[in-house]
């Protein structure tokens, strides 16, 4: 089975192709560009001779409703969309109402269960940060919602008079000592970077505290800002989700 993934989050689309279990030509473009140009700008890059397209969706009904078109349509095939479900793939879920999680969390979930199969803590850095833990058993202890970086800075202009809209940096290595900002720009962007930092550093310290000995897996398209900077090193996979949903799909057959 030849099956294209969809990782569609609120900022961008991320894709894949899984192939004899490998998930080969990976590529994104960002939300911005397809509110420009359209869906065709995505379909341009996607391939055609699939056997299935599944997808992890955030991005509201209405644009699943239109990507299940345009891609349908573009892939010959049907479009087959993740849900959260109280239990499945190894794993528990703690919320009572598990459709009112977001899909990419469960998805991103079942591909860092499917690998370390112990207690973990899944980060996902994007448009916002979440956090989720799990013990050895599979199940799902709860999990945290914070603003990404990008949404910090932007919150932060917008509530003040005096503070400019600021633009995410890339991190840079052996930097510690910037963190204490000598302009205003650096000073909001190395702020809103170390609140990512001290929220995930803290779950992991609380983890460890209430004797859990979590791995860390890190995803998401902040992840290389706070990469180097964690207190323990993590599992660095940029694509989570389409590993997760590789597996729901390899655990179908």
């Known amino acids: 089975m030849k099956a294209l993934l969809l990782d569609v989050g609120n900022s961008r689309i991320k894709w894949g192709v899984l192939d004899g279990g490998d998930i080969r030509r990976t590529g994104h473009i960002s939300q911005d560009r397809i509110r420009d140009k359209g ?19 955030v991005a509201g009904n209405s644009f699943a409703t239109r990507l299940s078109g345009v891609v349908g349509m573009h892939c010959g095939c049907d479009v087959r969309f993740a849900r959260v479900e109280k239990r499945g793939w190894g ?7 598990p459709r009112r999680m977001g899909v990419d969390r469960w998805v991103a979930m079942v ?24 013990d050895d058993s599979g199940a799902h202890l709860g999990g945290q919602i ?26 840079r290595k052996g930097a510690e000592m910037q ?46 800002r706070i990469l180097e900077a964690l207190s323990e090193a993590p599992v660095h996979r940029p694509h989570l989700v389409l590993q997760g949903l590789a597996h729901m799909l390899e655990s179908d057959q």
């Open 91 to 97: 794993l528990s879920n703690s919320y009572t109402q």
């Open 111 to 134: 591909g860092a269960w499917a690998e370390i199969q112990d207690t973990c803590l899944v980060v996902d850095v994007g448009t916002a940060l979440t956090l989720d833990a799990i």
């Open 146 to 171: 914070i603003p990404g970086v990008a949404a910090m800075t932007t919150a932060l202009s917008s509530a003040t008079s005096d503070i400019p809209v600021v633009r995410p940096l890339p991190a």
């Open 179 to 224: 963190m204490f900002a000598q302009n205003t720009a650096a000073a909001v962007r190395e702020g809103a970077r170390n609140a990512v930092v001290g929220a995930v550093d803290r779950a992991i310290q609380t983890l460890q505290s209430n004797g859990y000995l979590p791995a860390t897996i890190l995803t998401g398209g902040d992840a290389s």
């Open 39 to 57: 869906l065709q700008v995505l379909t341009t890059k996607l391939p055609r001779r699939v056997d299935e397209v599944f997808v992890s969706n």
